[in-house]
């Protein structure tokens, strides 16, 4: 959903840009790490240079309609319009997305989320 077009510059490391079709967002992040839901069921989308967990507004080209036998798991997959992906990311002020970890796969350290990629790629 999010890749580097053949006819686009390459940023290194960069997953890339949103394809066309596809409406990518981050959320805000909740103290768990995964995307913040309000009561209401809303989330708060982040505008600019950011990073929270990926999203993307459903509708997508050939986009999943379900997981076999668990329709409850899928449900959960959703809020307010967004599938939930599951994955943290930053984007650059040229719109660019960056993977950084898993949002279920984080450490809390001193008030901080800490994810075994940024353990792993320090030196």
Partial sequence: ??????????CP?????????V????LEQGPDGRARI????????LDGEAQGELALRAGWPSMFRAYLNDPARYARAFADGWY?????????A?????FVG???????SAGHL????EVESAS
């Fill in 23 to 26: 409406e990518a967002a981050l």
């Fill in 102 to 108: 898993r949002a279920d796969d984080v450490i809390k």
């Fill in 13 to 21: 490391g960069a997953m890339g840009r949103p394809l066309p079709g």
């Fill in 1 to 10: 959903m999010i890749a580097n077009p053949a006819d686009s510059e390459v």
């Fill in 94 to 98: 040229d719109g660019r997305y960056w």
């Fill in 114 to 117: 800490v994810g075994p990629f």
């Fill in 84 to 92: 939930l992906s599951g994955d943290i990311a930053r984007r650059d």
């Fill in 38 to 45: 309000a009561p209401d069921g809303s989330v708060h989308v």
